[in-house]
Nanobody, 125 residues
Framework: QAELTESGGGLVRIGDSLKLSCARS???????ISWFRQAPGKEREFLGL???????????DSVKGRFTIFIDYKDWQKKTIYLQMNDVKPEDSATYYC????????????????WGQGTQVTVAS
């Protein structure tokens, strides 16, 4: 069983909304779960995180105000973390990953141990 599994990606149009899911195993929620994305030929980019302790969030400037990370309280075990994407743009096209923080700077991919396999988002222009 994978530790982290993303889903919900697909083909969308400019201005659409999309919700990605990150299903996790019990041991993969350390102090924070983050979302990253990676477009072809580009570095993996930090998007935001949610903290386990108080479910507070932080976002990269590139997505602040458009993307939201949350835990759905309908899932009482809180094992799914969501990334709500609103008003998508062509530059949002990428493979999206969730990851469990291990140690180090939260915006550095090297600080994360568990990664999902990614889910592809394509924004049609």
């Amino acid at each position: 069983q994978a530790e982290l599994t993303e889903s919900g990606g697909g083909l969308v149009r400019i201005g659409d909304s999309l919700k990605l899911s990150c299903a996790r195993s019990e041991r993969t929620f350390s102090w924070a779960i983050s979302w990253f994305r990676q477009a072809p030929g580009k570095e993996r980019e930090f998007l935001g995180l949610i903290k386990r302790k108080d479910e507070s969030t932080q976002y990269a400037d590139s997505v602040k105000g458009r993307f939201t990370i949350f835990i759905d309280y309908k899932d009482w075990q809180k094992k799914t973390i969501y990334l709500q994407m609103n008003d998508v743009k062509p530059e949002d096209s990428a493979t999206y990953y969730c990851a469990s923080h291990s140690s180090g700077n939260y915006d550095s991919p090297s600080s994360y141990y568990f990664w999902g396999q990614g889910t592809q988002v394509t924004v049609a222009s």
